[in-house]
């Protein structure tokens, strides 16, 4: 190999270190505008997911920050807040926790579970009662937590439901399928008079996006997929927690049958601590209401 093509590659793999640094070490404001015909005004909300004990600043300021000069309506979060290790009994708690007792404090913060907290509330041999002391500070803090049920936000006819999917959902390497009624049998299914509501799903998993709309989610919001890790032009993420390479949905704004799902890249990682031309995800949703409007 000539001493070029030794420098030139050489040069490759610290600029892929550099960025890779920069990735996973930083975050993007992603804004999204989402339009529909059941409201008569417009909200902006933050999406939060998938922070997996990180820390941006002390204290998570710099997320602070950032949501503070956006100054939302109100705050959703689908979960992965927390990095659970069953088999070392591990969890890293106090970076997601803090955040949202922060954000709590003076934001309307909506927030159901990821598969890491469903992980530390179903292995209660390992994890004890963790998840209980977990939720329980969220709610004394002013969060709303929702483990699939519903809820309507004060002033607004936009009904927010939490769904908590049962850990085989997340398997790896094999999707599982869903049943048709699973949902209905979950959430209970949105009847004709909820069908005026504008229905916010937020939902882990976005595997399960076609699920999400015969339910009767107007908006999905998601995450677990980090984005796809590594990103290539063109090509989009490489690979999913599921190990699921190039995955259908892997991030951004997704459309079906009139329905909408935001899916964010997350904010932290685990296991693989990468992140490449994929920095962390703040999403900023812009609901557009055009009820009534001529």
Request: glycine share 8%.
């Amino acid at each position: 190999m000539s001493i070029s093509a030794i420098v030139i590659i050489a040069l490759l793999i610290v600029l892929s270190a550099i960025v890779i640094y920069h990735d996973t070490h930083n975050f993007k404001i992603y804004e999204y505008e989402v339009t529909t015909d059941k409201l008569d005004r417009d909200f902006m909300y933050v999406f939060l997911t998938d922070l997996h004990g990180y820390f941006y600043g002390k204290g998570n300021e710099k997320l602070i920050e950032a949501v503070d000069k956006i100054s939302p309506d109100a705050i959703f979060c689908a979960g992965d807040m927390i990095t659970a290790t069953k088999n070392h009994r591990n969890v890293e708690v106090d970076s997601g926790l803090r955040l949202l007792e922060n954000l709590s404090s003076r934001y309307p913060v909506y927030i159901s579970n990821g598969n890491h907290e469903e992980k530390i509330k179903a292995y209660r041999d390992s994890f004890g009662n963790l998840f209980d002391r977990y939720k329980n500070r969220l709610k004394r803090a002013g969060a709303v937590y929702l483990e699939n049920d519903s809820v309507m936000i004060e002033g607004t006819n936009i009904r927010v439901t939490g769904l908590c999917l049962d850990l085989g959902f997340f398997k790896k390497v094999v999707k599982v399928n869903m049943d048709d009624k699973y949902l209905d049998n979950l959430l209970g299914r949105v009847n004709t008079a909820e069908k005026e509501n504008y229905q916010i799903l937020i939902a882990h998993n976005p595997i399960y996006f076609k699920n999400y709309v015969d339910w009767g989610a107007d908006l999905a919001l998601s995450g677990h997929v980090h984005g796809g890790i590594i990103r290539l032009p063109l090509l989009g993420g490489v690979i999913s927690p599921a190990i699921a390479l190039f995955p259908k949905y892997d991030a951004g704004k997704y459309e079906k049958d009139g329905s909408t799902m935001i899916l964010s890249r997350g904010l932290g990682t685990h296991t693989i601590h990468v992140r490449m031309f994929n920095p962390g995800e703040v999403s900023v949703i812009k609901l557009r209401g055009k009820k009534n409007v001529t």
